[in-house]
C-alpha cells in the first residue's frame, strides 16, 4: 500500500500505527490529503490517523472560553461526558436510569452549538447508509425509539416520509434493485411511487421528476429543541451540566485516566465519554488513544419563509447513480416541523472545524440545484441560510466503543448524518459501555422519570387552551415575537429552564423568537429585556465575543457596552 499511496501521492509516507495507518508528509491540495486519507481506508487496516499537512496552512487553533476559577476542582464524577450535542446529552440522560454522578461539560455557552444545530432535522429511515455498517445499524435502531422518545420529551414530531426522486427512468429500474437490497437487509418499509402517485403525493412536483421511492418511517424535527430537551431532561434527573467548561489536557497512568485538566479545574471521572463531535480525535489524543483522524465536512442550507411551507409536504431529493454509493446524500428539499422549508445541504470536504461561514457559491449552487423541484419555489422566499461542520472519519463509520488502550475511556466519534437519528440508539449503546467500564454492582435510579417537564406553546394550543394559560400567567398574553406569536412567558421558562438559555440565540434555538420572516429585526431588543430582568448582566447574540449590552446601571434593564 506505501508504494501505490507514494506514487500516487509523492512525498506521503504510510507507517503502521497500532492497528491503524499513519500518514504523514505534506501536499498542496486538501481534497488530494482527504483522497490519500480515502485510499488509505480502503487498505484493510482498522482506521486512519492522517497527518499529512497543507502547505503554507496553518490550522487556527480551537476556540476556547476565557472563563478561568476553580468551580469543578478536584470533583470525581462516575462519569464525565466532553460534548454537549444531541449525541453526549442523550447519553447523559440515559445513564441517569442508573444511580450515578454523571457530569456533561462543553466548551460553549448553550448545548447544541456545533453540528446538532447546524442539520436538517431529519430523522433518516436508514436507506441512505451502506448494509453492514453502524451507521445503518444504528440509523434503523435509532429511527424506531424517536416517536416515544419525543412524547416523553415534548418534542415535536412528525413521520413525513421521504422521497427519493429520479428523472431518468432507466436509473428507476437499477434503483429497484439496489434501494431492495438495502430495504430487506435493513428491514425499512417502502416502495416504488410512479409519476402518477407522486403527483397525487405532491401536486407541485416538477414536470421532469418520472418517478421515486417513498420511506415512511422518515421524520422531522427540531435537532436543537431536541437536544436542549435531552439536556434539561437529564438534569431534571440529577446530571449535572458545565458549560464554557474545556478540556485542556489529561493525566494517564497505565492504562488508565488519572486525571481531566479544565479551564475550571481539574476532574477525577471514573470513567471518560468522548462524544467531542469535530474535536473527538484531539480528545482521544489527549487520553492516548488516537487511532483515527476527524475531516471536517461542510454544508450550507437555505430556510425559505412560511409562504412556501404549504408547497410540499414531504422531505425529498433527486439523486442519479453517483448519489447511490456516496458517502453523503447530497441534500434535497426538507419541510420543517416549524413549517419553514429547509433547502440543501451541499457538502465539500475543507480544513477547518469551527467554520460556520456560508459562501454565495455554495448557496447559489443548493438553490439551483434543489428550488427546481417544487413548482412555486423561488429565491425571494429565502430568509436565512446557515452552515454545519460533520466529524467524519475516513472510514465514514461511526466509532461507538470502549477504549482499546485506556480502560476507563468510551468514544461516541465520528459521528456524522445519520447521527441525528441514530443518537438514542448510540445512547444505549454507549450505556451499556459505559455500565460495563466502570464494574461492580451499579443500582437503577428509581426516580429517574423519562418526562420531560415543558412549558406551553401558545402556537399550538387552542383559543381556549390559551386563554386558561395566560389567565394562570399573564405573561404568556403579551407577544414578542410577532412572526412566530412568541410571548414573554415563553421567553421567561427558556431562561428558567433547567439548563437556561443565557444569549438571544439560545432563547431562539428553544422558543423561536428571531426565526421568522424580519429574523429578530423586531424581537430581539425584547428578548434582551427579559434577559436582563432575569439577571444576566451581560447580554450577547451568541456567547462571549458577541456582546450587545454590559453590567447593570442599577437600575431596570441593562445599560449600552
Known sequence: MQAKLEKKFPGVVCSAFGDSVRLEGELTDWDEIVRCGK??????????????????F??????????????????????????????GCAIARELRRWALDVLLI????????????????????GI???????????????????????????????????????????????ARFYLGYRQKAFGIPGWHVSRRRLQELEP???????????YPTSGMLSPYKLTVAL????VENGARVSLNTVVTAMDVKGTAITAVHTNRGTLRPRVVINAAGCFSDTVAGMAGDRFFSIHPRKGECCILDKEAGPLSQRSMGLVGLAAMSATSKGGGIMRTIDGNVLVGPDAYEQPLREDFSTHKEHIDAVLDKHLKLIRGFHRGQVITYFAGVRAATYEEEFIVEGSARVQNLVHAAGIQSPGLASAPAIAEEIAKITLGRLGGQILPNERFN???????????????????????????????????????GEIRAAVQ??????????????????????QGGFCSPLVAEILAEEGVETITKKGAGSELFVGTDGKEGADHA
Not at 485510499?39 to 484493510?44: D, E, I, L, M, P
Request: with cysteine.
Open 106 to 125: 462543553d466548551k460553549e455557552d448553550d448545548v447544541a452549538m456545533h453540528a446538532s444545530s447546524r442539520n436538517d432535522g431529519m430523522i433518516h429511515p
Open 497 to 518: 429552564a433547567p439548563v437556561p438559555a443565557t444569549s438571544i440565540d439560545a432563547v431562539k434555538r428553544r422558543v423561536r423568537p428571531g426565526m421568522g420572516r424580519c
Open 231 to 234: 439536556a434539561d431532561c437529564a
Open 450 to 488: 423519562p418526562v420531560r417537564t415543558a412549558a406551553p406553546v401558545l402556537a399550538k394550543l387552542s383559543l381556549e387552551e390559551k386563554q386558561k394559560v395566560i389567565a394562570d400567567n399573564p405573561e404568556y398574553g403579551v407577544v414578542v415575537c410577532r412572526c412566530e406569536g412568541i410571548s414573554r
Open 204 to 214: 407541485n412536483i416538477a414536470q421532469g421528476i418520472r418517478g421515486g421511492f417513498e
Open 39 to 56: 485510499r488509505a481506508a480502503k487498505a484493510g487496516f482498522r482506521a486512519v490517523i492522517n497527518d499529512i499537512t497543507l502547505k503554507g
Open 58 to 87: 496553518v490550522p487556527p487553533p480551537m476556540r476556547t472560553p476565557a472563563l478561568q476559577d476553580n468551580a469543578l476542582a478536584e470533583q470525581t464524577p462516575d462519569v464525565l461526558i466532553i460534548g454537549g450535542g444531541v449525541i
Open 128 to 174: 441512505a447508509s451502506h448494509v453492514g455498517t453502524l451507521r445503518g445499524l444504528y440509523n434503523v435502531r435509532g429511527n424506531a425509539m424517536y416517536t416515544q422518545l419525543c412524547q416523553e420529551l415534548h418534542v415535536p414530531f412528525e413521520r413525513w416520509s421521504n422521497l427519493i426522486l429520479y428523472s431518468d427512468p432507466i436509473f428507476g429500474v437499477g
